[in-house]
T-cell receptor, first 119, second 113 residues
Framework: AQKVTQAQTEISVVEKEDVTLDCVYE???????LFWYKQPPSGELVFLIR??????QNEISGRYSWNFQKSTSSFNFTITASQVVDSAVYFC????????????????FGKGTKLSVIP | DAGVTQSPTHLIKTRGQQVTLRCSPK?????VSWYQQALGQGPQFIFQ???????QRGNFPDRFSGHQFPNYSSELNVNALLLGDSALYLC????????????FGPGTRLTVT
């Protein structure tokens, strides 16, 4: 079974501080994808970043960066110089092939981390 | 290029009633997945449709059923509504052969009273 754990329920930071959101996942699949989504109060899930299981290279994209470590099954996400507009719920998700195979993937989400950026 | 659209935005139903939610995928996408997100929780996978067939199903009772039309749009039906069915229902679509990456719609918020 697949599982995603986001231990941090809520985080508050002051604007311009850096913040790291933690994610630990469990899967027996060797091929999988990891995602971070942002959900503002409007409810729509906004795609932020994606990583596949074969690529542990960590990257920076603007103010976002991520640290993928297969050895510890972690996929942490960092926002640098946080802004008030970053306030939202952030979800880590694991995409794995379902039981039907044939390219059918399903997403397993963590419970989310609510980030509040205080001006 | 329109993204994933869902209707209605909000819905209030009474326990025991039936409800139908609708989703139009992003242009060029052929696979539609449905998720239920209870308040304060992450989305939970309900099922996925491809080529008008249910290809994958999560741990949801048969009261939850769906349909996909030839134009790839999809419906989610829930029968005999329970109070616990109150949630945000999210539809996601994906490119052919790339269902690992899913694009989400704004959701339909269902309240069961």
């Amino acid at each position: 079974a697949q599982k995603v754990t986001q231990a941090q329920t809520e985080i508050s930071v002051v604007e311009k501080e850096d913040v790291t959101l933690d994610c630990v996942y469990e899967t027996r699949d060797t091929t999988y994808y990891l995602f971070w989504y942002k959900q503002p109060p409007s409810g729509e899930l906004v795609f932020l970043i994606r990583r596949n299981s074969f690529d542990e290279q960590n990257e920076i994209s603007g103010r976002y960066s991520w640290n993928f470590q297969k050895s510890t099954s972690s996929f942490n996400f960092t926002i640098t110089a946080s802004q008030v507009v970053d306030s939202a719920v952030y979800f880590c998700a694991l995409s794995t092939l379902g039981y039907s195979g044939a390219g059918s993937y399903q997403l397993t989400f963590g419970k989310g981390t609510k980030l509040s950026v205080i001006p | 290029d329109a993204g994933v659209t869902q209707s209605p935005t909000h819905l209030i139903k009474t326990r025991g009633q039936q409800v139908t939610l609708r989703c139009s995928p992003k242009s060029g996408h052929d696979t539609v997945s449905w998720y239920q997100q209870a308040l304060g929780q992450g989305p939970q996978f309900i099922f996925q449709y491809y080529e008008e067939e249910e290809r994958q199903r999560g741990n949801f009772p048969d009261r939850f059923s769906g349909h996909q039309f030839p134009n790839y749009s999809s419906e989610l039906n829930v029968n005999a509504l329970l109070l616990g069915d109150s949630a945000l229902y999210l539809c996601a679509s994906s490119f052919p052969g790339s269902s690992y990456e899913q694009y989400f719609g704004p959701g339909t918020r269902l309240t069961v009273t």
